[in-house]
């Protein structure tokens, strides 16, 4: 009886680790596709995407943890971020898009919190928001210190990408209240 105890808590830490190394996979393949924006140093990319439905998924520690082993693997130099930002390693960090990144967590964690079980399409939707909102914070608030002024780091960072963001809410919430009850139920 031991040995099966064992056998499952091992097979559960796996499928955790997968799952962590799944999450960071799908937002380093997101950020590949990427859009330069005229008059905006922050391209248009599928990583917000990606990091709403890894959170909401995973739920809030996992998905968490899988945005902290991006921003990692992304500091040690590998080719996880987007490609049209010409700053490696840390210095993407300081860059015009770090805030975006730095946000990636909190905004994983959020989401996980919220969307629960992902059965109320309710919930699914507010998470979904609040991962957004945080993560336009984050990118905001970089871009305030790189400009020192708020009104152009919105028209820089924020406003064009609110059309683009409704979009990307609305696949969220379809995706995540489709197949966050089964996935959470086999971690």
């Avoid at 680790?17 to 140093?41: D, E, K, S, Y």
């Avoid at 968490?64 to 700053?87: N, R």
Wanted: glycine share 12%; charged share 10%.
């Amino acid at each position: 009886m031991e040995q099966v105890l064992v056998r499952s808590e091992r097979s559960v830490v796996l499928r955790q680790v997968v799952g962590v190394a799944l999450g960071a996979a799908l937002v380093t393949l997101a950020a590949q596709v990427a859009v330069p924006l005229p008059g905006t140093p922050v391209p248009m990319t599928l990583q917000p995407l990606a990091v709403l439905l890894v959170g909401g998924l995973l739920g809030a520690r996992l998905g968490a943890t899988s945005m902290v082993l991006y921003l990692a693997l992304g500091i040690a130099g590998l080719p996880v971020f987007t490609p049209t930002v010409p700053l490696l390693g840390i210095a993407r960090l300081l860059g015009p898009t770090g805030g975006y990144l730095l946000a990636y967590p909190v905004a994983a964690f959020a989401v996980g919190a919220i969307v629960r079980d992902g059965r109320d399409w309710r919930r699914a939707a507010l998470g979904v928001l609040a991962g957004l909102v945080l993560i336009h914070v984050g990118g905001l608030a970089q871009l305030v210190i790189l400009t020192g002024n708020f009104s152009g780091a919105a028209r820089l960072g924020t406003l064009p990408f609110l059309l683009g963001d409704l979009g990307k809410l609305a696949v969220a919430v379809a995706v995540l209240t489709k197949l966050t009850p089964a996935v959470r139920a086999r971690l």
